[in-house]
């Protein structure tokens, strides 16, 4: 079975761009989380959808940060404009019906983002 | 505040020395505790979900357990390719917050041949 998959791996990028990162969940899976992860503040939740609709944004830094699920096979994180303390990995995960019931949830391998 | 707190940030072992990882944590309405292992480079991967007190999970040469209080990953006779971040997480109840898992900083294992 195919695992959550994100693009692109890599992006770097300069200060002010628009940078927007990819994530397709596993088939049949409709939560869906956004993370970021950096070295100083660890792994944290950004977003997450159920059955496409945002249901905890609370995490998202700051208006720069926007998410969306327009289908269950996708989802976007955009950053706009970008700046130098984004620069993080940033991970997609999904998990099934039942996670709630404590279904784990799956992580892609990420996007590495770099802005310069 | 709901706290998740692993010690210790980095662990060298050898090769068939056992030991063990410890996540505690202070959250209200614990609805479960989840191990990932982290590969370099890699998304966590999930290992085993803990619900209640007394629980404990196997698979291969790692066995976690669960307390009121924390929760341990003891790894017996680890070998090199154990080597990788050991993350914990958990989640509580009630809110908005309910899916939300919380992560700790992770334990750094390195198993030397």
């Known amino acids: 079975d195919a695992g959550v998959i994100q693009s692109p791996r890599h992006e770097v990028t300069e200060m002010g761009q628009e940078v927007t990162l990819r994530c397709k969940p596993i088939?049949?899976?409709?939560?869906l989380f956004w993370y970021r992860q950096t070295m100083m503040r660890g792994l944290e939740l950004l977003i997450y959808f159920n059955n496409n609709v945002p249901i905890d944004d609370s995490g998202m830094p700051e208006d720069r940060f926007s998410a969306k699920m327009p289908n269950a096979s996708f989802s976007t994180l955009k950053i706009q404009p970008s700046e130098p303390r984004d620069s993080a990995v940033y991970f997609c995960?999904?998990?099934?019906?039942?996670?709630?019931?404590?279904?784990?949830?799956?992580f892609g391998d990420g996007t590495r983002l770099s802005i310069l | 505040e709901d706290q998740v707190t692993q010690s210790p940030e980095a662990l060298r072992l050898q090769e068939g020395e056992s030991s063990s990882l410890n996540c505690s944590y202070t959250?209200?309405?614990?609805?479960?505790l989840f191990w990932y292992r982290q590969d370099p480079g890699k998304g966590p991967e999930f290992l085993f979900t803990?619900?209640?007190a007394g629980e404990e999970k196997e698979k291969e040469r790692l066995k976690a357990t669960l307390t009121k209080k924390e929760s341990f990953l003891h790894i017996t006779a680890p070998k090199p390719e154990d080597s990788a971040t050991y993350l914990c997480?958990?989640?509580?109840?009630?809110?908005?917050?309910?899916?939300?898992?919380?992560f700790g900083q992770g334990t750094i294992l390195t198993v030397h041949p």
């Open positions: 997480a958990v989640r509580i109840a009630g809110g908005t917050s309910y899916g939300k898992l919380t």
């Open positions: 995960a999904s998990s099934p019906t039942g996670y709630l019931s404590n279904q784990p949830q799956h």
């Open positions: 088939s049949g899976h409709d939560y």
């Open positions: 803990l619900y209640s």
């Open positions: 959250v209200s309405g614990l609805r479960g």
